[in-house]
């Protein structure tokens, strides 16, 4: 092999490393779920809308599993975000509506079936207030929680029909799970999860989707 020829071959072999490395790190470091980012309306509160799916549908969530998800309604557009990462101001009132496609999942442990953390410590099904919800023998039936540790934040999700499985759904039946909470005057990540596992075909329930941001976990940025 020619000098010329080996010089080749090492220019390309270096741009072709170099160009997998870049790769691996856009690509599985920096690519996680985009952050929507919801800043207070006229009336000095967020509205934040949210969707719970039995699966994803290979088009929303390409390159990565079609696991029961979360969804999260871009505020400008009213597109759905494969995201659980988003982001409020400091000390506001959030308003979050959950519309529940999944179907029923009851909570393992009653403490995850009770409201806490919300303004007036209610949360409504479908406009009824509900405080303490029995997920195993109703009236109402749950499938995932909303839970912000940080702030003893819980709130039990009323299952849907599950009409839609694959999301995010649009136009079909579904629940609303609706409550209201007050940002922490200090600014800072607040993580948030589900709490019924429902990690299907994972060890208890708990691994896949209950771990992955983007799925049944997230992130809750208050922006000072
Ligand atoms: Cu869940």
Redesign the pocket.
């Known amino acids: 092999m020619s000098l010329a020829a080996r010089v080749a071959t090492l220019i390309v072999a270096v741009f072709a490393v170099a160009g997998g490395a870049i790769f691996a790190v856009a690509h599985y470091l920096l690519g996680g779920p985009p952050t929507v980012d919801f800043a207070a309306g006229p009336s000095g509160q967020v509205s934040v809308v949210m969707q719970t799916d039995a699966s994803s549908s290979p088009a929303a969530v390409p390159d990565h599993p079609t696991w029961?998800s979360y969804f999260i309604r871009a505020p400008a557009t009213g597109r759905w975000i494969h995201t659980t990462l988003f982001q409020v101001p400091a000390h506001t009132r959030v308003n979050v509506t959950i519309f529940g496609y999944d179907g029923s999942t009851p909570v393992r442990n009653q403490y995850w079936g009770q409201v806490t953390g919300t303004v007036g410590g209610v949360a409504h099904y479908g406009g009824k207030p509900v405080q303490t919800v029995n997920g195993w023998n109703g009236p109402y039936l749950v499938q995932?929680t909303f839970a912000i540790p940080g702030l003893n934040l819980n709130v039990p999700v009323e299952a849907g029909p599950a009409t839609c499985t694959a999301g995010p759904c649009t136009g079909n039946a579904h629940s609303t799970t609706t409550f209201s909470f007050e940002t922490p005057a200090q600014p800072g990540a607040y993580r948030w999860q589900?709490f019924?596992p429902?990690g299907l075909s994972y060890l208890d329930g708990n691994g896949g989707p209950?771990q992955t941001i983007g799925y049944?976990t997230g992130n809750m940025q208050v922006a000072s």
Do not use: F, K, N, T
Request: aromatic share 0%; with cysteine.
């Open positions: 029961v995932h589900c019924v429902c209950m049944m």
